[in-house]
């Protein structure tokens, strides 16, 4: 298969993106702090299908990190993190 960019694929990676954001904001309470539990990290499943995914959970990562008290640590780290749990994938 051929790594083509089209319109749907950038179409399906903001959507996921959209979603870590939505799912990460709907746990807010749990997903923020020193102990993190963040549903959203389920999503990292998704580029053993779609393979726009990985840059799309980067991307969602690093926006719903915007909303942390640690901004610094989270944004750095914790994108980073997911980004190697989407390349994992």
Excluded: H, W
Excluded at 29 to 51: D, K, S, W
Aim: net charge positive.
């Amino acid at each position: 298969m051929k790594n083509v960019f089209t319109t749907k694929r950038l179409c399906r990676a903001g959507i996921i993106a959209a979603l870590y954001v939505a799912i990460t904001y709907a746990f807010m309470p749990f997903a923020f702090g020193p102990f993190q539990i963040r549903p959203a990290e389920a999503l990292c499943i998704l580029p053993l299908f779609f393979p726009e995914a990985v840059p799309a959970l980067y991307v969602g990562c690093i926006l719903s990190n915007l909303a942390s008290p640690y901004v610094l640590f989270d944004a750095l780290l914790g994108s980073l993190a997911t980004l190697l749990a989407a390349l994992g994938t």
